[in-house]
């Protein structure tokens, strides 16, 4: 992949939040508080819990489904940053390696069972964070906190930040085009070319910075911005958030996974 498409891809997240689905017009806030809810819920099992997890699942399925977002640009995401929590969990067969569980006349230690319930957490709030930028776009989601009263200071220095990944990425994509028009075969391609480019690079991004931060002063900004659209929290987003603070605390507190296996195990008895 070029790095024109890479660049292109990035905002991509985005504007799949300009989709108008039912979940893409809830209230930013509404999502925002149900995402937060479910990652606290995740994280809250005991490290060797794997089938309490199971259940929750229910969750991201049910908004790349009514949301319409691509399963396999989300799938995507997570590998990028999995290495992260593979490199947590890793070692914890070396260091847990106390037999749990048999199966089939292996011997599972506690080291893989909870590697294991570490990387579904992974998926699950990693692709949960995932789905809220694509049904409320970042800008949104950051508006969404400034209603909860953060600091508009910390939301600034938000926006900011992204934006500013888009101005990086701008500035990346010009001196690359450059270096490659200079270029024939591996020419330009060496480390000095690298540092060079990296150094350039510093200085165009901070004096475009300052140019438009000037321009932003120039325009009135006081440091608070202010959102152009209106969303205000309605009894969808009042059904909707209550329904998912119910389903977590449900998937928190009752053992679905093993309710389901008893009923099948008596249908089929029946049977």
Same mark, same amino acid.
């Given at each position: 992949m070029?790095?024109?498409?890479?660049?292109?891809?990035?905002g991509y997240l985005d504007r799949l939040s300009f989709q108008d689905t039912f979940v893409h017009r809830l209230d930013p806030i509404?999502?925002?508080?149900?995402?937060? *809810?479910?990652?606290?819920?995740v994280v809250s099992f005991p490290k060797y819990e794997i089938k309490g997890l199971l259940p929750f699942f229910l969750f991201p399925v049910l908004l790349l489904t009514i949301g319409d977002i691509p399963l396999k640009f989300i799938i995507k995401k997570i590998l990028?940053? /999995?290495?992260? *929590?593979?490199?947590i969990g890793i070692l914890n067969p070396v260091f847990d390696s106390e037999t749990r569980y048999v199966l089939w006349g292996v011997g599972i230690s506690g080291g893989w069972i909870s590697f !294991?319930?570490?990387?579904?957490?992974?998926?699950?709030?990693?692709?949960?964070? !995932?789905?809220?930028?694509?049904?409320? /776009?970042?800008?949104?989601?950051?508006?969404?906190?400034?209603?909860?009263?953060?600091?508009?200071?910390?939301?600034?220095?938000?926006?900011?930040?992204?934006?500013?990944?888009?101005?990086?990425?701008?500035?990346?994509?010009?001196?690359?085009?450059?270096?490659?028009?200079? /270029?024939f075969g591996n020419k330009g391609t060496g480390s000095r070319t690298f540092i060079g480019i990296v150094g350039v690079l510093l200085i165009r991004t901070i004096e475009r910075a300052e140019r438009i931060y000037n321009a932003m002063l120039s325009r009135g900004?006081?440091?608070?911005? @202010?959102? /152009?659209?209106?969303?205000?929290?309605?009894?969808?987003?009042?059904?909707?958030?209550?329904?998912?603070?119910?389903?977590?605390?449900?998937?928190?507190?009752?053992?679905?996974?093993?309710?389901?296996?008893? !009923?099948?195990?008596? @249908?089929?008895?029946?049977?």
């Open positions: 070029t790095f024109d498409e890479e660049y292109f891809n990035i509404t999502k925002l508080l149900a995402t937060v *809810a479910f990652i606290i819920t990028i940053v /999995s290495p992260f *929590a593979v490199f !294991l319930s570490i990387m579904i957490k992974f998926v699950l709030t990693i692709g949960a964070a !995932l789905l809220l930028i694509a049904t409320s /776009s970042f800008p949104g989601v950051c508006r969404a906190l400034q209603r909860l009263g953060l600091p508009d200071i910390f939301i600034s220095q938000l926006m900011f930040l992204y934006r500013y990944l888009f101005v990086l990425m701008e500035e990346t994509m010009k001196i690359v085009r450059a270096r490659d028009m200079r /270029s900004f006081t440091g608070k911005i @202010i959102a /152009s659209r209106k969303v205000k929290f309605g009894f969808q987003d009042m059904a909707f958030l209550a329904i998912a603070l119910a389903a977590a605390l449900g998937f928190r507190y009752c053992d679905i996974t093993g309710l389901i296996g008893n !009923l099948f195990i008596d @249908i089929a008895g029946k049977i």
